[in-house]
């Protein structure tokens, strides 16, 4: 049995001025019919999943964004087929026309709270996860992330003892 690698797709979190984020209806006719999903597509070899992101907003939505930062990837299993996601949270550009659902159903725009709400596909639920989740506690005084230091009098890599 040949076991295929997962097909590379990038996904965006569209966020607007109000605090909601775009999500799109699949067409009837295809896989996941009639399933919202966050907007995007398959890599092209040699894409990167940011330049694959924008090329596919473009042709799908009309639209030209901006990535505002990435989210953890993962692999999905759909049975038929395996997917590795590559979600980024993303803004519209400035001078971009409003999204249009060139090869979707449908466009809705709606809070992060309203997404468990949605008929989602299922490999955009962990983007809902990871987007929603609260970001890491930072140090009061230095506006810094925490970083994990060994424990005291425990070997480290490389044999030493701190």
């Known amino acids: ?10 996904c965006a979190v569209i966020e607007d001025a109000a605090g909601r984020v775009l999500v799109a209806q699949r067409p009837a006719h295809k896989h ?8 995007g597509g398959k890599l092209e070899p ?18 030209d964004a901006l990535v ?25 550009a400035p001078t971009s026309p409003a999204p249009h659902p060139h ?12 997404l468990t709400a949605l008929d989602l596909a299922q ?3 962990p983007v809902v996860a990871s987007y929603t989740a609260p970001p890491p506690a930072t140090h009061p005084a230095s506006g810094r992330q925490p970083v994990a230091l060994p424990a005291p009098n425990r070997p480290v890599p490389g044999g030493s003892v701190t």
Do not use: N, Q
């Open 103 to 114: 090869e979707h159903r449908a466009l809705r725009w709606v809070l992060p709270a309203e």
């Open 32 to 39: 996941l019919a009639l399933k919202w999903e966050f907007p």
């Open 68 to 92: 505002v930062r990435a989210l953890p990837r993962f692999v999905h299993d759909y049975g038929d087929v395996h997917i590795e996601l590559f979600p980024f949270v993303c803004r519209l």
């Open 46 to 63: 040699g894409e990167s999943p940011e330049t694959a992101l924008l090329r596919e907003l473009r042709e799908e939505l009309g639209c």
């Open 1 to 10: 049995m040949v076991i295929k690698p997962p097909l590379p797709v990038a």
């Open 123 to 125: 490999a955009d639920w």
